[in-house]
Structures are given as C-alpha cells and as structure tokens.
C-alpha cells in the first residue's frame, strides 16, 4: 500500500480508515491506573502521552517521601557545621587580637596608660548619721 492508497483518517498507520486503536490495545489501562492512583483526574480522551506528561508532572510536583538520613548524609552535614564553626571561632578570636593589640598600643612601652581615665568626681554632701 503506498501513501496515496491509505484511506485519509489513518492516523495509527495501520492501513485502515478510522482512528487509534482501542484503549486496552493501546496499553493505556495501566497508564491511566497509574494516573488515578497519583490523584490525577483522567479524561478519558487522553492518549497515552498526555497520560505520561501528567504523571510525569504529578511526579515532579509530589515531595520525595521523608526518611532517615544515612550515615554519610550525616557525616557531610556534621563537616559542613565544624566548617561554619571553625570559621566563626577564627573571626572571633582575630577580633579579640585586635582588640588586644589596639589596648596595648595605647599604653606606653612600660605598660602605663599615657592619660589616666576620667573618672567622675564625687559630689554631693552625704549624712551617715
């Protein structure tokens, strides 16, 4: 059968006029099983690749279900938390070593501060009896 001979509404290629075959010789029973089971609401228009487009979209959207972290999971979160920490406890002690060495240099080379603080002076006339 050449192409000029097939009828005009061979759209399954299978030489006869009419359209796609049946449901259940399609293989779309179980596709459209596994569509309802996801909670997808099936028309019963669609073919077998808008079925698979919409699982596929229903799979996509759905989260991975929860479970228990493995070891290793566990162990690349404990070595990215000891990074974070290591890196807080180097800022906070180049923090205090600066702080340390600018209280330092505004002491004299015997260690006595150039200017004593300011202190407040005592006022007021206190009775003690």
């Known amino acids: 059968m050449t192409e000029t001979d097939k009828p005009q509404l061979d759209h399954d290629n299978n030489g006869a006029a009419g359209g796609s075959l049946p ?9 459209r099983e596994e569509a309802e089971s996801l909670g997808i ?3 019963q228009r669609w073919g077998a690749t808008r079925l ?8 996509e959207a759905s989260p991975e ?5 493995t070891l290793h999971e566990l162990n690349i979160e ?3 938390i000891d990074r974070h920490i290591k890196g807080v ?3 906070a002690a180049n923090a205090a070593r600066d702080a340390t060495l600018d209280v330092l240099d505004s002491r004299r080379p015997d260690g006595r501060r150039y200017q004593k603080p300011v202190r407040a002076p005592i006022t007021g006339s206190g009775s003690n009896g």
């Open 23 to 31: 449901a259940a010789e399609r293989g779309l029973d179980a596709l």
């Open 78 to 80: 404990q070595r990215a």
């Open 65 to 69: 279900p929860d479970r228990a972290k």
């Open 52 to 59: 698979q487009q919409e699982i596929d979209i229903a799979l």
């Open 89 to 91: 406890n180097l800022e």
């Open 41 to 43: 609401k099936v028309d």
